[in-house]
Nanobody, 121 residues
Framework: QVQLVESGGGLVQAGESLRLSCVAS????????MGWYRQAPGKQRELVAA???????NYADSVKGRFTISRDKDKNTVYLQMNSLKPEDTAVYYC???????????????WGQGTQVTVSS
């Protein structure tokens, strides 16, 4: 069974930083296109930052220059460094992968449970 577990959310003031982590577990052989989405109250879930299947990165325009996605393949972990946070960054942040291949099966589009990020003005 594959699990994506996020951590690192919290309450910060505008201008401060947070670092989110997402660990994938479950006899994993490979992970394809792992990244971060967020959903604010009353809004649709949106892409924040993600690795493509080719290893490039995509960012939402609203976070370019402030957020950085990185990964540790050996640890099946992806990070999101969020700097210069703004109140509009307040949302639940979800970890996602397009495909995770384990020794038993291939799982498409798994999601983490989410971690709350709240930025006060």
């Amino acid at each position: 069974q594959v699990q994506l577990v996020e951590s690192g959310g919290g309450l910060v003031q505008a201008g401060e930083s947070l670092r989110l982590s997402c660990v994938a577990s479950g006899s994993i052989f490979s992970i394809n296109a792992m990244g971060w989405y967020r959903q604010a109250p009353g809004k649709q879930r949106e892409l924040v930052a993600a690795f493509t299947s080719g290893g490039n990165t995509n960012y939402a325009d609203s976070v370019k220059g402030r957020f950085t996605i990185s990964r540790d393949k050996d640890k099946n972990t992806v990070y999101l460094q969020m700097n210069s946070l703004k109140p509009e960054d307040t949302a639940v942040y979800y970890c996602h992968a397009a495909k995770i291949t384990t020794i038993f099966a291939t799982i498409y589009n798994p999601w983490g449970q989410g971690t709350q990020v709240t930025v006060s003005s």
